[in-house]
């Protein structure tokens, strides 16, 4: 079962602690489904989280890394850095690709969601992840899109994974690595020659999660959810613009101590990715509240 944001109720027990880091991949572990496709990012939470929701949820679903391996029985745990272009990442799979492979399969409609990270995101779901300045003027450098930019060019929906920070949630990015809905008019992708009804689908935090309302009327960023130790206040002093705010906004289940065991034990057993990354959160039976530790 599903809620209205497309979110399963978590399987076990509520979690006593956790970081906010392992809220956000769990979180979007819920939303992976059975029987669809998924393009995946090297590197991290994505690949954490779509991994996680297939052992968990969704046995069915098949993914493809970022470098173009079709459905792997990747060898766990491996470093967050190899998730792809190495043999652990790519054991027993279906097929062994190149990016090439996994962008003409994406652009004959074969890819259902793309789950990336991002730098920057603004509010048309624009993503930056070449450079922080104004290019060419003395920018702070990144390492670019990769696959990225293909990822979120033709899968039919893109999830994204980023930070609940100001400097990440600007009105404009400033280098468009990956598009978005562009301009945020009616059929811009459509004019750049992008598939018709593509496009970001959801922007996940440690703390929030945002969809796009109605794309057809604007296609501006709009906080759904929020976790249950932040309030919607909290999350919109961490955006430089004011995002579209739903008209309920939903409260985001924690963690489960079943969903936590499988990440720290199988997937991320050293940390790498989420024991030293993000702030503690505690949940006090008592009360029945979080707190953020410290």
């Known amino acids: 079962m599903t809620n209205s944001l497309g979110l399963r109720e978590g399987i076990g027990t509520r979690a006593a602690s956790f970081n906010e880091r392992e809220m956000q991949i769990c979180t979007v572990a819920r939303m992976v489904e059975d029987g669809k496709t998924y393009w995946v990012a090297g590197g991290g939470s994505p690949m954490y989280a779509a991994l996680l929701g297939i052992r968990l949820y969704a046995p069915s679903a098949q993914y493809i890394t970022e470098d173009g391996v079709i459905a792997p029985e990747p060898m766990l745990p491996f470093e967050p850095v190899m998730t792809m272009v190495s043999s652990r990442a790519g054991y027993r799979a279906l097929a062994w690709g190149t990016m090439n492979t996994a962008g003409n399969h994406a652009q004959v409609g074969l ?25 060419g ?28 920070e100001k400097r990440k949630f600007v009105e404009r990015v400033d280098f468009i690595s990956s598009p978005g809905f562009l301009d945020g008019t009616e059929g811009a992708r459509e004019r750049v020659g992008l598939p018709p009804d593509t496009g970001p689908f959801r922007v996940v935090t440690p703390c929030a999660m945002y969809d796009y ?38 409260v985001l289940d924690s963690p489960t101590e079943e969903e936590l065991e499988i990440l720290r034990t199988e997937l991320d057993p050293r940390g790498q990715n989420t024991g030293e990354r993000g702030t503690w959160v505690i949940y006090d039976a008592d009360s029945g509240e979080y707190t953020r530790a410290g």
């Open 137 to 164: 003027s003395g920018a702070r450098r990144f390492g670019g899109p990769g696959g990225a930019d293909s990822i979120a060019a033709l899968c039919w929906r893109t999830i994204l994974m980023t930070d609940q």
């Open 213 to 250: 309302g109605d794309p057809v009327a604007h296609r501006k960023l709009r906080l759904v959810a929020r976790a249950p130790w932040v309030s919607v206040d909290d999350v919109l002093e961490e955006c430089e613009f004011l995002p579209v705010v739903a008209d309920d906004v939903a």
């Open 111 to 135: 890819m259902d969601y793309g789950i990336l990270n991002t730098l920057q995101v603004d509010q048309h779901g624009n993503i930056n992840s070449t450079a922080i300045g104004e290019y």
